[in-house]
């Protein structure tokens, strides 16, 4: 696959985030050191798709002063676009990571109440000429969870994206704190509906479209209730503290086959932003005309290959997955 010359420009909106982690396997507030990266999934798929060779413009808002300054300066060191981000509000929204250890599970503390993002007027982004000339749109199930701003906006972008005949991808990315409280479904199956690709997993297609399937039905009932083209399901396997298979399945709706991937067991060094560089990893694949089976393991490698590498951000290239891809062949 090569994207190098005339790469496509996708658009990716979401909530940029500041990163807390305390260094190694200490616990969260027991360290007097904690680690900074800025993540966020929607700017993950858009850092990955950079070093995938295309051209990734990043839309969101950001505070004024210098946190939102090196939030800039962050994405623009990995190659993003961003001239389309607006700038306004008064924080930037934090996420607290302990990374888990021997039978500890990760854990997760959110401070992104009031964000930037958040508190955003739809308004404020005029889309028509933000996704003229693009090839894609992605975003995800995180930001209609932050406010009626994030959740307009992005009802907006999609319908934009839609009319202009732009591919839109949909990643489900089920945060249960963002929703605690609240039903899910009346705003996220409008969207679902607006999405040509839509990725998740079972845990997330239940508690946010309230649909189950067993074996391998998932991907065709989710296609045909709501009208999606292509149906990725990934599968995250905790096999130890610091060891997780990894597989994913791809329904096409246009020739009604069913792709599994090979399953690669990592030794993990970060477990956030798998997920998010396995939708990269997709989107790269099918602009590159890749058929269904070799997209959905092109993908999946690149969601494998996250998990080895520090933060938020994943940095594989076109060559690093395909040595990975053709090593399990």
Same mark, same amino acid.
């Given at each position: 696959?090569?994207?190098?010359?005339?790469?496509?420009?996708?658009?990716?909106?979401?909530?940029?985030?500041?990163?807390?982690?305390?260094?190694?396997?200490?616990?969260?507030?027991?360290?007097?050191?904690?680690?900074?990266?800025?993540?966020?999934?929607?700017?993950?798929?858009?850092?990955?798709?950079?070093? #995938?060779?295309?051209? %990734?413009?990043?839309?969101?808002?950001?505070?004024?002063?210098? +946190? &939102? !300054?090196?939030?800039? *300066? $962050? /994405?623009?060191?990995?190659?993003?676009?961003?001239?389309?981000?607006?700038?306004?509000?008064?924080?930037?929204?934090?996420?607290?990571?302990?990374?888990?250890?021997?039978?500890?599970?990760?854990?997760?503390?959110?401070?992104?109440?009031?964000?930037?993002?958040?508190?955003?007027?739809?308004?404020?982004?005029?889309?028509?000429?933000? #996704?003229?000339?693009? %090839?894609?749109f992605h975003?995800?199930?995180?930001?209609?969870? +932050? &406010? !009626?701003?994030?959740? *307009? $906006? /992005?009802?907006?972008?999609?319908?934009?994206?839609?009319?202009?005949?732009?591919?839109?991808?949909?990643?489900?990315?089920?945060?249960?704190?963002?929703?605690?409280?609240?039903?899910?479904?009346?705003?996220?199956?409008?969207?679902?509906?607006?999405?040509?690709?839509?990725?998740?997993?079972?845990?997330?297609?239940?508690?946010?479209?309230?649909?189950?399937?067993?074996?391998?039905?998932?991907?065709?009932?989710?296609?045909?209730?709501y009208g999606?083209?292509?149906? $990725?399901?990934?599968?995250?396997?905790?096999?130890?503290?610091?060891?997780?298979?990894?597989?994913?399945?791809?329904?096409?709706?246009?020739?009604?086959?069913?792709?599994?991937?090979?399953?690669h067991v990592?030794?993990?060094?970060?477990?956030?932003?798998?997920?998010?560089?396995?939708?990269?990893?997709?989107?790269?694949?099918?602009?590159?005309?890749?058929?269904?089976?070799?997209?959905?393991?092109?993908?999946?490698?690149?969601?494998?290959?996250?998990?080895?590498?520090?933060?938020?951000?994943?940095?594989?290239?076109?060559?690093?997955?395909?040595?990975?891809?053709?090593?399990?062949?």
């Amino acid at each position: 696959m090569s994207l190098s010359a005339g790469a496509p420009r996708v658009v990716a909106f979401g909530e940029l985030l500041l990163r807390l982690s305390p260094p190694g396997e200490q616990r969260l507030f027991e360290s007097p050191e904690l680690h900074t990266f800025f993540g966020g999934a929607e700017a993950n798929v858009a850092v990955a798709l950079s070093h #995938l060779g295309l051209t %990734a413009d990043y839309v969101t808002r950001l505070p004024e002063g210098p +946190l &939102g !300054d090196a939030a800039l *300066a $962050a /994405l623009q060191r990995e190659g993003v676009g961003t001239a389309s981000i607006r700038r306004g509000g008064i924080r930037i929204g934090l996420y607290f990571v302990e990374p888990g250890a021997d039978l500890r599970s990760m854990r997760v503390v959110y401070d992104r109440a009031g964000s930037a993002l958040a508190q955003i007027d739809p308004s404020e982004i005029d889309w028509a000429p933000l #996704l003229a000339g693009a %090839a894609w749109f992605h975003s995800t199930g995180i930001t209609p969870a +932050l &406010g !009626d701003g994030p959740a *307009a $906006a /992005l009802a907006r972008a999609m319908a934009c994206a839609r009319a202009g005949q732009v591919p839109v991808s949909f990643d489900l990315n089920y945060r249960e704190a963002l929703w605690r409280g609240r039903d899910p479904r009346g705003l996220i199956e409008p969207l679902v509906r607006q999405a040509d690709v839509l990725i998740g997993n079972r845990e997330a297609v239940r508690a946010l479209l309230g649909v189950d399937a067993t074996g391998d039905a998932l991907g065709p009932l989710l296609a045909e209730r709501y009208g999606s083209r292509v149906v $990725a399901i990934t599968q995250r396997e905790i096999l130890g503290a610091r060891e997780q298979g990894w597989s994913a399945t791809l329904y096409d709706a246009a020739t009604r086959a069913l792709a599994r991937s090979r399953r690669h067991v990592m030794r993990v060094v970060d477990r956030v932003g798998g997920g998010d560089s396995f939708a990269a990893g997709l989107i790269a694949a099918l602009l590159g005309a890749q058929t269904p089976a070799a997209a959905l393991d092109f993908a999946v490698a690149a969601g494998a290959l996250k998990l080895a590498v520090p933060g938020d951000f994943g940095r594989a290239t076109v060559e690093d997955i395909q040595r990975l891809v053709h090593a399990c062949t």
